[in-house]
């Protein structure tokens, strides 16, 4: 999870660093459409990139903050072939996560991969926590905490719930959400919620403006959190990280062939020093140009990080990528100190990302490992 005593700006490299290509291009287009100070830009003919022409490093490298130019991102467009590759299933998936959170030792591993194949359609778990416990000679309380760390750590949001009631409640207590109703709601008032919103102001003596709104927020979260997994798109994943190897080197790639170019809008400054706004849209307008420019900043992070850590698997698992050995991940508390970086830092790098190596597609997780305690007190 993220840690809450980041500064912001950490905050915000750490949301956009867990982005895959999907995902982050739904964020650009809508930051696009919200923000004034960006926009899509179209490339230059100098900037295209060709199949049959060497790639202009200066366009990946460039520092795109220079303080003569107007700050753009330019995405990585060298012509590389990638392929898609199924989806995990919703179990396989998490299982891959389990094996990421910190603190849990084998013992702990098997009793969330016990629950994680135990779950139903819903994506609940079903089983009473002293029979799981029973199965594994472990004390009840035991099973309870690597129980929450499934639900507190893993997506989506929901999952191993008991029943509708515990899944929304821990969406909202992820989501950071601190008003009181939106849990009174789901605590009391489950079934009414999106019925009669004047009745239920009425009968927890709040505005009904709160109740319809905190009704709206609830609407907005699901109840079967296994169905959001079935659901979602695409039903096949890209890769993210591209590790080529070209004669007896490997070279490593960002997979960045749906991002488009983007350009801060310099233009909308002007309104800002012109002392013609009135002092609330002077501030939007300078909050949204920070904004802008600390978005930029951070794709910029995130592919040198995601580049890095390619570049870091190659020595390290270089047998694995020669076809000469089988894989043995690397642990995440080893690789910081290499990259610079925090073991959360990584983890949410590693987030949803997929690579693609000349021994296929893998998900960019399944080369890390966590260190695992021997002993444990709980």
Request: one cysteine or more.
């Amino acid at each position: 999870m993220v840690n809450r005593s980041e500064s912001p700006q950490e905050l915000g490299f750490l949301e956009i660093l867990a982005k895959s290509q999907v995902e982050l291009l739904n964020v650009i287009e809508q930051l696009v459409e919200t923000n004034l100070f960006l926009e899509i830009a179209e490339y230059e003919e100098s900037e295209e990139i060709r199949e049959d022409e060497e790639t202009d490093e200066e366009l990946i490298s460039a520092d795109i903050f220079d303080d003569d130019n107007v700050p753009v991102y330019l995405p990585s467009k060298e012509y590389r072939e990638y392929h898609t590759v199924d989806k995990p299933s919703l179990k396989e998936h998490l299982v891959m996560g389990l094996h990421l959170l910190e603190e849990l030792d084998e013992t702990d591993l098997a009793i969330g991969e016990y629950i994680i194949y135990n779950l139903d359609d819903r994506g609940f778990i079903t089983i009473p926590l002293e029979n799981i416990a029973k199965r594994f000679n472990v004390d009840t309380e035991r099973v309870g905490k690597v129980l929450i760390a499934i639900q507190e750590e893993l997506d989506p949001p929901g999952i191993a719930a008991r029943n509708a009631m515990e899944c929304l409640l821990i969406q909202l207590r992820r989501m950071g959400v601190k008003d009181d109703l939106p849990y009174l709601l789901v605590e009391r008032y489950l079934p009414m919620i999106g019925s009669d919103t004047a009745f239920l102001a009425r009968l927890l003596n709040r505005p009904k403006e709160e109740v319809e709104s905190a009704c709206a927020l609830l609407q907005k979260l699901t109840a079967f959190p296994a169905k959001v997994w079935q659901e979602s798109d695409p039903p096949s994943v890209l890769p993210d990280l591209i590790i080529d190897k070209l004669d007896d080197r490997f070279e490593v790639y960002l997979n960045e062939a749906m991002i488009p170019k983007i350009r801060y809008f310099k233009e909308y400054e002007i309104l800002i020093y012109k002392n013609e706004l009135s002092e609330e849209e002077q501030k939007l307008l300078e909050t949204m140009r920070h904004e802008a420019i600390e978005f930029l900043r951070n794709l910029d992070r995130r592919r040198s990080l995601l580049i890095e850590i390619g570049n870091f698997l190659v020595e390290r698992v270089h047998q694995f990528l020669c076809g000469e050995a089988d894989l043995t991940p690397v642990m995440i508390e080893e690789a910081a100190p290499t990259l610079g970086v925090p073991v959360s830092t990584i983890l949410h790098a590693l987030r949803g990302k997929y690579v693609q190596t000349p021994r296929g597609i893998f998900p960019l997780s399944r080369f890390f490992t966590r260190r695992k305690k021997h002993v444990k007190s709980w």
